[in-house]
């Protein structure tokens, strides 16, 4: 497992175990589905946390068989593990990313299934449903490119750069999640890509009411994105 920074709670009669069993913290605090995703998301607390609990499952074909199970390859390639590395890396540079707390694997056989906690952004929403209850200002674009721009400038490739997988808080602030399969790269035609999965995703949920409404979203959101890859590149850290 790695580091949990924040202190088990003293109820884990496990110490490290404990904290990713959603039960426990029914038991003695707060566990509640996050309805939006997979349906392996739990938001976890007490008073003095607020943590979002994930099991990895597997997506497409092979989740009907292999469920939550991973091919094992090594302690390096855990995928809650790479997860909580890039997290870690990108949350201490500045970047709007939730901060990880810890992970862990439990292997069996040739597979493992493994587990990610991080600290549950506050008052935030997915942008699907932010868009979807009203029209999103040109501030809400452009801010999300800004913030894309940021996270390419970081050089880091977003495996599934949706609109379920950017929140948006109260003041309008952006943050991304779900960086399962993301990874540090140099630049290339993948920041594209980043851009034209959100494109889809967007369009796929409405994000406008109207096509011309939405072409003029998306221009403000290049518009920033390419005004914040300009700037200065971030200091190494
Ligand atoms: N750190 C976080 N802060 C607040 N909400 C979160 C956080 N992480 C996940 N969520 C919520 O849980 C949902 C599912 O999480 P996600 O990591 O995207 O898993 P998956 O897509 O694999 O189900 C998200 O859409 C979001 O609503
Ligand atoms: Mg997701």
């Not at 990713?20 to 739990?42: I, K, L, M, N």
């Not at 995928?79 to 439990?106: D, Q």
């Not at 069996?108 to 009203?134: H, K, M, N, Q, W």
Request: some cysteine; aromatic content about 10%.
């Amino acid at each position: 497992m790695l580091a949990a920074e924040e202190g088990a709670p003293e109820w884990a009669a496990t110490p490290a175990d404990a904290i990713f069993d959603p039960q426990q913290w029914s038991r003695h605090a707060a566990a509640v589905p996050a309805e939006r995703g997979r349906g392996a998301t739990w938001f976890v607390g007490d008073d003095a946390r607020a943590w979002v609990l994930r099991h990895y499952c597997r997506g497409g074909f092979v989740a009907r068989f292999l469920v939550d199970r991973y091919l094992w390859t090594g302690e390096d390639r855990v995928r809650a593990f790479a997860e909580w590395r890039l997290l870690e890396r990108l949350w201490r540079r500045g970047v709007p990313v939730p901060r990880p707390i810890a992970a862990r694997y439990r292997r069996r056989g040739p597979f493992y299934r493994c587990d990610l906690i991080t600290v549950r952004i506050e008052d935030a929403r997915p942008l699907s449903e932010r868009l979807t209850d009203g029209v999103a200002p040109p501030a809400l674009w452009s801010a999300l490119g800004a913030a894309i721009a940021r996270l390419h400038r970081e050089g880091v490739d977003h495996a599934d750069l949706n609109a379920h997988n950017v929140l948006v808080d109260g003041g309008g602030r952006i943050s991304f999640i779900d960086f399962d399969r993301g990874r540090v790269r140099a630049d290339g035609r993948w920041t594209m890509r980043n851009l034209r999965r959100l494109r889809r995703s967007l369009s796929k949920i409405g994000a406008a009411r109207s096509v011309r409404e939405f072409d003029a979203g998306w221009r403000e959101l290049l518009r920033a994105y390419a005004a914040a890859r300009a700037a200065a590149p971030p200091p190494d850290g």
